[in-house]
């Protein structure tokens, strides 16, 4: 069965600081990757996705990166957080193709930037 | 106009009410319709998947499309204090360039009180 893997479970960092976040999915090859973000009381925005390693594409323009150095890693990473970067970060998994299929997502990462 | 809305409630209901959980859309290119749960802390997870309109049932869930009128359903019989979690409606357009990506409603916050 497919499992997805992210960690840190939380994680508080200063402003200013730099982030990395990472997400590995077992038990699948070539998945499509999704990094989402949930504010507090909000629904969840898509940041980026990847369809392959290498391949990013990014939905939002903000102060984060996303990187695929291997099939089933993706990372998400910034340089220098800002207080907004704070939320419920979610890694999840579809499979390849994914125009019909459902995403399966991670445990987060509740990041909060003081 | 938001793609996907959805009444955040909090919804509050005893042991054993039928829930009524509801969302609508504005996209006429979706064609498949999921509904997550989230509990507190935790990444959602895939509770219904349905194509199309028309019912789809699982033991005590039932989700219902009337893509006439662009209006998603969530049916809760027999509810438990299990139940209690935040319901993400998410429907996902068909074709290549959908990657599979979800738009979320905002989750409703249901409450089952013994």
């Known amino acids: 069965s497919q499992t997805i893997h992210q960690w840190p479970a939380t994680l508080v960092q200063p402003v200013g600081s730099p982030l990395s976040l990472e997400c590995t999915v077992e038990?699948?090859?070539?998945?499509?990757l999704y990094w989402y973000r949930q504010a507090a009381g909000r629904g969840l925005q898509l940041l980026f996705y990847?369809?392959?390693?290498?391949?990013i594409s990014s939905e939002v323009p903000q102060n984060l990166s996303a990187s695929r150095p291997q099939d089933r890693q993706f990372i998400l990473s910034s340089k220098k957080l800002l207080l907004s970067d704070s939320g419920f970060y979610l890694c999840?998994?579809?499979?390849?193709?994914?125009?019909?299929?459902?995403?399966?997502f991670g445990n987060g990462t509740r990041l909060t930037v003081t | 106009q938001k793609e996907v809305e959805q009444d955040p409630g909090p919804l509050s209901v005893p042991e054993g009410a039928i829930v009524s959980l509801n969302c609508t859309y504005s996209?006429?290119?979706?064609?498949?319709f999921m509904w997550y749960r989230q509990y507190s802390r935790k990444g959602p997870e895939l509770l219904m998947y349905?194509?199309?309109?028309g019912n789809k049932e699982d033991g005590r869930f039932t989700a219902q499309v009337d893509k006439s009128s662009k209006y998603i359903s969530l049916f809760i019989r027999d509810s438990q204090p299990s139940d209690s979690a935040t319901y993400l409606c998410a429907p996902l357009a068909a074709g290549g360039t959908s990657y599979g990506k979800l738009t979320f409603g905002q989750g409703t916050i249901l409450t089952v009180h013994p």
């Open positions: 349905t194509y199309s309109s």
């Open positions: 999840a998994w579809s499979r390849l193709g994914g125009e019909r299929s459902p995403l399966h």
């Open positions: 990847s369809v392959g390693i290498g391949q």
């Open positions: 038990g699948t090859s070539n998945p499509n």
């Open positions: 996209n006429s290119a979706f064609q498949y």
